[in-house]
Structures are given as structure tokens and as C-alpha cells.
């Protein structure tokens, strides 16, 4: 078999990637190593950027985020029992729109199989070969059989466990990497939001966040300890602890009810550069990690792909290979900033295990600061509703 892009992985990333080269005119296949349903059964965070939101209308995959997604002009962070609400577009004319990544997910895949476009899923043993040369290819099994698939570049799409960077050989990737003392315990139930806003909260027992997928659906986190198992959380206890956790001034909103999703992620900060070895490109989660406060894992891997589309468009109309020659410089601009800013929310809200009474004084001397200078607020609402794509 022959591409002209091979992408491995199917999560948001490599199906993003694979629907706005088909719409440049631009052949692809994914290769994928789970089954569809598999993919859309992972749980991940729902906040987009105004320019993820425009990128998928780019890619004609908006509709339901358009009808269904929930603009937010604001964010709420608790700190100290009082509720803070940041005003996100009165300070920077920016909303975010809160859409689930699976239900994007589910756009892609829908989006992709209209247009009757290729997808291997259940590819087993999938390998990356000749990268520095001008034919590369991906090896793998399905059903038993041996394939080859022939392209003229390879998209690591394949998340942080995947298989392209670590086919790169020994010292060609430089990685940074920060793991953090604790992990969030997160639950999803249909029962009303507590609150119309997202809720960042600082409190002695640990972070809690009150987050949403629509006016029915609830997804909420509880910061746990690295060691902590999720058979340890009734959804009663689940509830009881974040009610603890929650400001007065909402706390009476709180309806339980029963969890249809419950699991422990740990936190890390990574970066891996360069993002491109001869014709292999990283994208998304195979490059980079962010813990999930401040919600830009998806937003960053939307914006690596936006640029090499645009670097493989333009190689493939002859006009240039800037694109794909700069790829890595750009993409890692906006990632180290995206990283900046989800190391920073992480260490400002939650309880560091270890650090100290004065670090939690540093904490508190800057949440006071934040909530009383427009320009710190400002400082905070630019990052959140996304740094500019270029
Ligand atoms: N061969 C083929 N596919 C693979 C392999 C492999 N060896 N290893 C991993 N994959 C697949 C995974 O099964 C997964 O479906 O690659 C896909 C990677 O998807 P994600 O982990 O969702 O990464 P990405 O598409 O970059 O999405 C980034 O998802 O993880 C969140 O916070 C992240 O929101 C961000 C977004
Ligand atoms: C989520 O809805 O899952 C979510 C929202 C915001 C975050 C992280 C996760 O910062």
C-alpha cells in the first residue's frame, strides 16, 4: 500500500491531522492500534480554545460543537472558602467553548468514515522505517497479515506510550519532564453542573475542580495521592470529599449521583525536541504532555497539527518547504508556553505533599495577588483562553 501521509494513531491528533489533509487534496491512511470504541471510551478534558474552535471548522467538523458546545466567557477559582470569578472575555475578548474530546472524537471519526477515508484500527506491532531517507514506511499486522504501508512522510500521532518516538534512535531527542506528587481522581455523572463556571479549587485537603460537559452532564477531580487506587472511592465518598472541598457560596448546588466514569491520571510535564527527524514529524501527546490543569493538552495538539497541515500543504503545491522545515521551531514556541502556563496553575492550586509552610504561603501571597491586580487576571485569562497560533 501507498500514501502520501502515514499517521499513526487515531485519537484527536492524527484524525484532525488526517480530515484537513483530505480536505487539501492530500492522501492519508491512519494506523491505529486499539478499536474505534476503544478510543472513544477514554475521558479527557473539554475546554477548546477559540482557535481549536475555528480550526474544526476549517476542517468541516463543527456542526455539533456548534449546536451542542457551551461557550464560557468566565472561570472560577476558589481559594480560602471564597468563589473568584475571572472574567475571560471582559479581559482579553476571548471565550473558551466546553465540548467533551470524546465527542470530537466521535466528529472525526464520523467526518472521516463519510468521506470513505482510510483507517487501520487494530494494527498490531506497528514499526517506523526509514525515516532518513525519501521513502519511509510503517510496518504492522492486521489479522494476521504483514503489512506495508509506503508514504512520503510519517505523522507520529501516537500519543505519549506510542511507538514513533521511541523508534527515533538514542540521542537524536532531547526530553524535558516534570511528574508531580499526586493525581487527580476524576468522575463523570449525569447529574447538573454545580455551578455555571468551571471552578479551580485551592483548599487545605488537596484541588478539586467542578468541570462540565453539558447542563446535565458533570465531570469533577479530586487531587489524590500518587498511591491511591480508584476501588478505594464509593461515588458516595467521591461526593462527600468534594463537598468538603467546595466554596459556601456553591456548595448547596452539589447533586450526587452515580459515577459513569471513574479513574486516577497522574500529572507530568514533557517535551520532547526537536518534533522532527528527516520525515518523521511528532504531533500531540507523542511530543509533549501538560498536566491537565488550565485544559491544553488538546488545544496544543490541534495547534501542532495546524502547522504541518500548513507545511505539508505548501510542500505539496511546490510553493516551499518552509512549513515543514520550521515545523518544529514553531510548534515548540507555543508549546513551551502552553507547558509555562499548565506548571504554573498546577503549582499555584494544588497541596504540594512536601513543600513546606512557606511554599504555601507563596501560594496564598499569589492567589491574593491575582484576585487584586487586573493585569495579573489578564496575565492568567491570555493563557486560558490561548496564546496566539503563530
Ligand atoms: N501504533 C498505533 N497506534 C498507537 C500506538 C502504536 N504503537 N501507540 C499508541 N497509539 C494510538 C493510541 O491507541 C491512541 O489512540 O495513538 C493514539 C494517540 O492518541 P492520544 O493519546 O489521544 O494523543 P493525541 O491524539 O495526541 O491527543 C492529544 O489527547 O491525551 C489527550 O491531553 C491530550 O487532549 C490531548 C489529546
Ligand atoms: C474536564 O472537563 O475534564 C477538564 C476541564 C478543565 C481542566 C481539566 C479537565 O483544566
Known amino acids: 500500500m ?28 491512519i494506523v491505529e492500534r486499539q478499536s474505534a470504541d476503544y478510543v472513544l ?52 475578548g476571548k471565550r473558551v467553548v466546553v ?26 506491532n506497528v514499526s517506523v522505517h526509514g525515516i ?18 509506503q508514504a512520503d512522510f510519517i505523522a507520529g500521532c501516537d500519543g505519549y506510550h506510542g511507538v514513533c518516538r521511541a ?8 526530553e524535558y519532564e516534570k511528574v508531580y506528587p499526586f493525581g487527580w481522581l476524576g468522575l463523570l455523572a449525569d447529574v447538573p453542573p454545580v455551578h455555571e ?5 485551592h483548599h487545605q485537603r488537596g484541588f478539586a475542580l467542578c468541570s462540565q460537559r453539558s447542563r446535565t452532564r458533570s465531570r469533577y477531580y479530586l487531587q489524590c495521592a500518587l498511591d491511591d487506587r480508584v476501588e478505594r472511592w464509593s461515588d458516595q465518598a467521591f461526593f462527600d470529599e468534594l463537598r468538603l472541598r467546595l466554596p459556601e457560596a456553591v456548595r448547596h448546588n452539589l447533586v450526587s449521583g452515580p459515577s459513569l466514569e471513574k479513574s486516577i491520571a497522574p500529572l507530568r510535564s514533557f517535551v520532547a525536541e526537536p518534533l522532527r527527524f528527516g520525515r518523521l514529524f511528532l504531533a500531540g501527546d507523542a511530543g509533549h504532555i501538560v498536566p491537565p490543569t488550565g485544559a491544553k493538552g488538546l488545544n496544543l495538539a490541534a495547534s501542532d497539527v495546524n502547522f504541518l497541515w500548513q507545511g505539508l500543504v505548501e510542500h505539496y503545491q511546490g510553493a516551499s518547504d518552509a512549513g515543514i522545515d ?9 508549546i513551551w508556553k502552553a507547558e509555562r502556563f499548565s506548571w504554573w496553575l498546577t503549582s499555584l492550586m494544588h497541596n504540594f505533599p512536601d513543600s513546606g509552610s512557606f511554599a504555601a504561603q507563596m501560594q496564598a501571597a499569589e492567589l491574593d495577588y491575582l484576585f487584586s491586580s487586573t493585569a495579573a487576571m489578564t496575565a492568567m485569562a491570555e493563557n486560558y483562553v490561548g496564546l496566539p497560533t503563530d
Open 2 to 29: 501507498k500514501t502520501q501521509v502515514a499517521i499513526v494513531g487515531a485519537g484527536p491528533s492524527g484524525l484532525l491531522l488526517g480530515q484537513l489533509l483530505s480536505r487539501s487534496g492530500i492522501a492519508n491512511v
Open 41 to 92: 471510551g477514554r475521558i479527557r478534558a473539554g475546554v477548546l480554545e477559540q482557535s481549536t474552535v475555528d480550526l474544526l471548522a476549517q476542517a468541516g467538523v463543527n456542526a455539533r460543537l456548534q449546536a451542542e458546545g457551551l461557550p464560557h466567557d468566565g472561570v472560577c477559582l476558589a481559594f480560602g472558602g471564597q468563589l473568584h470569578h475571572i472574567d475571560l472575555f471582559g479581559l482579553t
Open 99 to 124: 465540548y467533551g474530546q470524546t465527542e470530537l472524537t466521535r466528529d472525526l471519526m464520523e467526518a472521516r468514515s463519510a468521506a470513505g477515508l482510510s483507517t487501520v484500527y487494530q494494527a498490531e
Open 132 to 149: 532518513d531517507g525519501r521513502s519511509p514506511s510503517l510496518r504492522y499486522r492486521q489479522g494476521g497479515v504483514e503489512q506495508v504501508l
Open 167 to 174: 523508534s527515533l534512535p538514542a540521542g537524536a531527542v532531547t
Open 197 to 201: 463556571e468551571l471552578i479551580y479549587i
Open 326 to 334: 520550521h515545523y518544529s521551531r514553531r510548534a515548540l514556541a507555543r
